[in-house]
Every structure is written in structure tokens, then in C-alpha cells.
């Protein structure tokens, strides 16, 4: 188990916490928050802390801290929903989708220039989520007021304090932020996982794991947007990095007998390596390549030149 | 013998989910239909802005008059004594079963049916809180089901079918992919029949799927919605979640992963109806934001 290394405060404005936090490990993560669990244990997690604050005639504010045994899984948790008031709690500046958002009166952070394009905190209603190095938090007042906001701002930054600034996950670099044709990457839908479960939750493929995802791999699914005369449109991206080819090449096996049965399977590579293929089904054209240890998929092509044009870009 | 399938997004997209499903399930045990309770598909929805104040506290005085409104439209009685007993009888041992977890069910609205109850001349001690495991089920012979209203990230929806899941002993066996199997649940040999009503409570309902509750998807609907067809309940509050969540982004955002459950309760299960045209919607009170599309 990892060292517990927030600190959190005794007492906070009105509020005081017990002396000891609630400790759920991935064995008891099921007691203390029933099916929510999964959502977890789909990342590297190591252990929660939670502690309720408690104040005479004010509701409650609940600080739960997720240790994630890296640092990419407590970005991941943050990046399953972008929505919010993107906060500064460390001074950085606070971006998404290349817009700036809110600075902050804090000192200059030691962020890596790149970390800077993705939030580190959201706020909205009560509600602070926030990543920090390994650690993911959640802070809720179970009622918002000016009172209960500062607090659970004064929380996050006790949470964030003297921790290390990591960048993103890297995969997330090899994300294009366009694709030919004025496909836009839609940021603040971006999301980093390791469980078909979340993949599921963000984008359904089907009923199992068939593209073998588990704590090894690791994924980026986010649309790409297009503004035209009739209104938005978007196809979905999603890139998976496996432990070596080996298993890259197993899953996109499983991924097309499962997905695909009626297509005869062709996992020839071609002189470079790659292996790309395209197909129109139901809700569009649909192209997957694969390179090394990471397969790109994209789903819900409105034609078979943008397909290929996106394959080919990968 | 048909080759089992495994159900993908092409399956729901072009809506051969019943056929999947039915295949993928064949050989379970608890298949048969018969767990619907009476053979009506209505619903009502009673809302009353006054049921919540602006802090989110439940009025008790108003949600008791809203339940009285819903059991004599639901029952066509005049008097909620009247309703009560053409649903439960006084020797029935009756189980309520609340959300527990997870925008949990309000304690209100437990307390507010449990007390009607006892005012409809049912004795105290044969109202159990019914919410856990087989056990629960099996100590009583009539079932309500208190559901909240909300989205739930492993099945779509998390309202009606999913109220009864830890009866199954096995809660994670229903979970994303298995979600459609919910059903399944409402035909254990303990649990088909017992259910007499099923009262959702949509006073403050969670519009995105969480997992925990983020207070940004949840909003004031201020509702109760009652019937005694569990598929047509869930149907119904598909609809409103669905509405919600295009409201807030200005455009279709889908539940995912999509809620299997509801229509395969209907088609594989036989559990009640998920045809919005077969389902009658009776609405009493506050008619702002009704999200029925």
C-alpha cells in the first residue's frame, strides 16, 4: 500500500474530520460504494481514503482520496468527464481545448510545459475533483454554500500540496488535435482507461472484453468534431497500446470475430508493418490499423474517403 | 442448437437486441415470463414544485399529498385506504424496497408510504425494509418497490429493473454486459408475483450515469411516477433521463453503456411493456420540465 501522503487538515473553517480516515482497499471497495467500485479497480488503484467533515448545524463535506499506483490512472479518473469549472489550485495555467481558463494568485508551478493543456481541478456545485500525481480526489459538500466552496478549495489545495507535478499520460500525445477535412479533436470529451467497463461507459462496443483491455493496456477514446451546413458532426477515435504486438495482434483479433463476423479476417501486414482495414457497417464506415503495439480504431465514418484519408493519417 | 452471440453496439443499432439476447441466453433458468403484476401499463407522474425546497429538503406534507394523488389515479379508488388494499391485503408481510446506494431513495419517501400503509390498516410490524439479499424476498409476500430515479454507469438505467439486483446473491453478474439479464431477477421463484406497485421516486433523480453522484447532473424534478408495470415505469423514466441529458447539451447525448435491461425485460422476459405507444401516461401537478420529449 502506498504511503498516505496528503495531510489533510484537522479542522477547516466550521468543519473537523475524525482523526483517522475510512480505508477501502480494492477488497473493500465494494462495501463502501457498491457496483462504483468496478470504475476503480478498472484502473491501477491502490487504496481510498475517505473522511467525512462534520460541523454543528452545516451539512457534511465528504474528502475522498483515491491512491492510484501511478500517476496516468489518477489522470485517467479525472478525464472520464471534463465538465466543470476548470480550477488553479497550484498557480498553473489551467487549459482545455486550447482556451485558457481562469488563472490563478499562486505561485508559478513546476508543471512540465505540456500539462498545462489539461485541467488538474474542476469544480462545479459542491463538487472539486482533482488530480495529483498519483492521487485522484473527490471533495463534496453535500450542500453548496460561499462557506462550504472555500472549504472544499482549501481542501484540495492541503490535498495537492508538495506533490509532484507529472504531465499527462504520454499516449496522449499521439492524439492528433485534427485530421484532414476539418476534423477537430474534441478535448474536453477525451478520456484515458484500461477496463472495456469504462470503454463502455464512454463509448459502447458490446457486451464483452473484446479487445482484451486489463491493467496492462492502456486507451484513449475521443471524438473528433466537424461543423458543417447541417450541423455537427463526429466520429469516435480510439487507440489502445498493448504490453507488446503479441497481444496488440491477439485483440484485434478477438475485436473482429466479435465485431465483425461477417468479414473474412486479414491480418496480413504490409511492408511498413502496418496492418489497416476498413468496413461499412450500420452506423458508418468503420477502419481500425495496427502498428507495433497499438491499434487505432476509428467508428462512425460518414464515408469511405474520410475513413481512409484518417486511416492513412494514423 | 442456435450459436450463442455475444451482443455488440451493431446489435442495439439495428434493433435485433431481443433476438441477441434471447439467443445468448438460452439454457438460463429463470427465462418464463410471469413477473409482471397486474396487466396494466399505466403510469402516472405526480409533480408539485413545493415537494423539494431551494436547499433540496423534502416538504413531507406535500409528498404525502402527492402519493395520495398517485394511489387513486393509479387505482381508480377515491380514497388512498381504498387504493392500498386493491394492492396489498392486510395479511400480506409487505417488503419495501428503497434505492440504497448511489442517489439513494429519500428516507421520506420510505417513512411517507410505510405510514400510509399503517393508516390503509396495515399492522406495523408486517412492513419490512426489503432491501438486500434473497432473504429479504422471501420473508414477505408482497413487494414495493421504492426506486430512485437515476442513470447508473454498468446498466444504462439504474431505477426499476435494477431495484431488486443483490436479490440475485450475485449483484455483479448483472452488471454492463449482463445488464440486459436484470430481468431475470423479477422471475426468481421468491421474488415472481410479489410485486404490487412500484413507486419511483423522481424528486431529485442523477441524469449521468457516475458512477458516484456529481450534484451537476442532478437536478429538481420534484415527481413521483407509480404503476404496476415495471417495464413501462423504466421506460418512461428512460424517457425523462434521455430528455435531461439532451437539455443539457444541447443535443442527443446516449446513455452508455445503453440500458439493455429495459427493453430485453420486455422482450426476453416478458416482464411488462417497453412500447411507449402501448403506455398510458397520466400527469397530475406541476407541468414545467416534464421531459417527456
Known sequence: MQESKPTLPKTIRAWTRPDSPQLVTAKSIFDYMDGAGELYIGYRFDHLESYEYKAKDLNNILVEVYFMKTSDDAFGLLSLDWEGEPLNLAGEPAQIAGKPVRSGKSPQSKAAPESSSWPRALYGEGLLRLWSDTVYARIMAHQETPESKEAVLALGRSIIKDRENPPPPKLLQKLPDTFPEDWVLGKERTSYFRSHLVLNSIYYLGQENMLNLDLSSEAIASPYEKKDSEGIKRIHFLLVKYSDHKRARQALGHFHNVYLPEHPIFLQSDSSGEISNMFLIEDGWLGYKIKDETIAFIFECPDQKTARTIINQI | ?293
Open chain 2, 1 to 293: 442448437m442456435p450459436q450463442r452471440k455475444s451482443l455488440t453496439r451493431r446489435d442495439f443499432i439495428r434493433g435485433t437486441l431481443g433476438a441477441t439476447v434471447g439467443t445468448s441466453l438460452i439454457g438460463t433458468k429463470w427465462l418464463t415470463a410471469g413477473g409482471k403484476a397486474t396487466g396494466s401499463s399505466l403510469v402516472t407522474i405526480v409533480r408539485d414544485k413545493g415537494a423539494m425546497d431551494a436547499s433540496n429538503n423534502v416538504n413531507t406534507k406535500v409528498l404525502k399529498t402527492m402519493l395520495d394523488q398517485t394511489l387513486t389515479k393509479l387505482t381508480g379508488k377515491k380514497t388512498t385506504k381504498d387504493a392500498w388494499l386493491t394492492l396489498v391485503k392486510p395479511e400480506d408481510t409487505i417488503g419495501l424496497v428503497p434505492t440504497p446506494h448511489l442517489n439513494p431513495t429519500h428516507q421520506e419517501v420510505v417513512d411517507v408510504v410505510k405510514s400510509s400503509l399503517i393508516d390503509a390498516g396495515i399492522p406495523e410490524n408486517k412492513i419490512l425494509n426489503a432491501q438486500g439479499g434473497p432473504d429479504k424476498p422471501k420473508a414477505c409476500t408482497a413487494l414495493i418497490g421504492l426506486p430512485a430515479l437515476k442513470a447508473h454507469w454498468l446498466t444504462g438505467i439504474g431505477t426499476v429493473m435494477k431495484i431488486y439486483i443483490l436479490y440475485s446473491g450475485k449483484p455483479s453478474n448483472y452488471h454492463d454486459q449482463n445488464n440486459s439479464k436484470l430481468g431475470e431477477i423479477w422471475n426468481l421463484p421468491f421474488v415472481k408475483g410479489k410485486t404490487r406497485l412500484v413507486l419511483v421516486d423522481a424528486l431529485h433523480p442523477l441524469c449521468d450515469k457516475g458512477p458516484q453522484v456529481n450534484p451537476r447532473y442532478k437536478w429538481a424534478y420534484n415527481g413521483l411516477i407509480a404503476g404496476t408495470d415495471p417495464v413501462a415505469l423504466d421506460t418512461v423514466c428512460l424517457r425523462i433521463i434521455t430528455e435531461k441529458r439532451k437539455e443539457l447539451r444541447g443535443e442527443p447525448w446516449p446513455l452508455s453503456p445503453p440500458p439493455l435491461c429495459v427493453e430485453a425485460a420486455d422482450k426476453v422476459y416478458g416482464l411488462g411493456t417497453s412500447n411507449w405507444d402501448k403506455i398510458k401516461v397520466e400527469i397530475s401537478g406541476w407541468k414545467e420540465g416534464l421531459l417527456l420529449g
